[in-house]
């Protein structure tokens, strides 16, 4: 059994840190690729417009010898480096035909500025580029074709067998590497779970963490509360510090701290619950669009709230993803003024935490309810029954 996994889904890239002259190559690199990648898309355009015909990769790279003769330049990019290049403008039209196919009016594939063109794909693990891990004497390396060894950060070791490494610049001028890679049998079946029927819909919020469609509620840990105060207290101990002085500048680090330690523990308290989540539901169901009007909340918590649900649809994905699970993101709207027994509407304030239906008279949580239409309209959206409340598993 073959897989791919690509860290960029959910997984962070890895920094690089190319010396400057490497930095130069890299940088000369990028502008090389983007004036193929525009002579590429050029040629395809006027090949279609004058002739009809439509070019094939292969017909452009078989080109690429004679743009070497032309432009000597070329000639320092590695071969599979520019032959990724005419492939990218492959994929541009394949992408733009088979959106016309499926009947939307998609953008013609559009020339590159030097400053959009930020990456550099190398392929093949072994040849046009290696890693090399750390030992006691060196960090870990990434060793590019034409190019040499270059230093990476590797916080974690790499799973399965690499298979292309995309090197890429970020506006700020730091440059990431991101490696796919091919697992076989084990490395796959180790994150693949068994299969599970059950589905959940999950709605998000404020008081609670999240609410569960079969009932449970995922309340927000305590010590995010707790940190809460912290961060109030440290903020306002550092508006207190006269500007410019010594204190002010340790106040400064003492809300960085917290800031941090407030980030470490969401990032485990989220963790948690996204592997229960995972672990137990084949479809989960989420809102696509988490836009909640927070009146009477301070800016604070609202800030904290926000980036834990962010982060935790990211990592829910990446985690479903990883295990062959269904994510499914609904549709927002109405799912808290919408009766999931009835489908009656009614306005639902945010003060008023309990539902209570005019039409049917189902009396339940304010959020249990969004739930539950979130998990009806998931269910809807792939096909499967909706509008049956399905029963609590082992409560
Ligand atoms: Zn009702």
Not at 154 to 176: L, S
Not at 209 to 228: Q, T
Not at 263 to 281: D, T, Y
Request: some cysteine; glycine content about 6%.
């Amino acid at each position: 059994m073959l897989g791919f996994a690509d860290e960029r889904m959910g997984r962070p890239m890895r920094l690089v840190y190319p010396s400057r002259k490497q930095r130069q190559k890299l940088e000369a690199w990028l502008g090389l690729c983007c004036e193929v990648y525009n002579a590429a898309l050029d040629e395809r355009k006027s090949a279609y417009r004058m002739a009809g015909v439509s070019l094939s990769y292969e017909h452009q790279c078989a080109e690429l010898p004679a743009c070497k003769q032309v432009c000597p330049a070329l000639n320092e990019v590695p071969s599979q480096v520019l032959q990724d290049v005419v492939k990218r403008v492959d994929r541009a039209f394949d992408d733009f035909f088979r959106r016309v196919e499926q009947g939307h009016k998609p953008g013609y594939p559009r020339f590159k500025s030097r400053f959009r063109y930020d990456s550099l794909t190398f392929k093949q693990y072994g040849n046009s580029f290696n890693i090399l891990p750390a030992s006691k004497k060196n960090k870990a390396t990434l060793v590019l074709a034409k190019l040499g060894h270059v230093k990476m950060v590797m916080h974690r070791a790499i799973k399965g067998t690499p298979k292309t490494a995309i090197v890429k610049r970020t506006p700020t001028g730091k440059w990431f590497v991101s490696i796919s890679v091919e697992m076989e049998g084990e490395d796959i079946i180790s994150k693949r779970l068994p299969v599970s029927e059950e589905a959940v819909g999950i709605d998000v919020g404020l008081k609670t963490f999240a609410y569960l469609s079969w009932g449970k509620r995922l309340p927000i840990r305590a010590f995010l509360r707790a940190e809460e105060a912290a961060l109030a207290r440290a903020g306002r101990k550092l508006s207190k510090a006269p500007q410019g002085s010594k204190q002010r500048a340790k106040k400064r680090k003492v809300v960085a701290r917290v800031h941090e330690r407030i980030g470490n523990r969401r990032k485990n308290f989220i963790e948690q619950e996204v592997r229960h989540l995972v672990k137990q539901f084949g479809l989960l169901a989420v809102e696509a669009l988490v836009v909640r009007n927070m009146v009477k909340n301070p800016k604070l918590a609202k800030s904290i709230a926000d980036a834990s649900w962010s982060m935790f649809f990211t990592r829910l994905q990446a985690k479903a993803e990883e295990a062959g699970r269904q994510v499914v993101r609904v549709n927002p709207a109405y799912t808290s003024q919408t009766c999931s027994a009835c489908g009656h509407r009614q306005q639902m304030p945010l003060s008023v935490r309990i539902y209570e239906c005019s039409q049917c008279g189902l009396v339940i949580h304010r959020d249990h309810n969004g739930s539950l239409n979130i998990l009806s309209d998931g269910l809807q959206a792939v096909g499967r029954h909706s509008r049956v409340i399905p029963e609590a598993p082992g409560l």
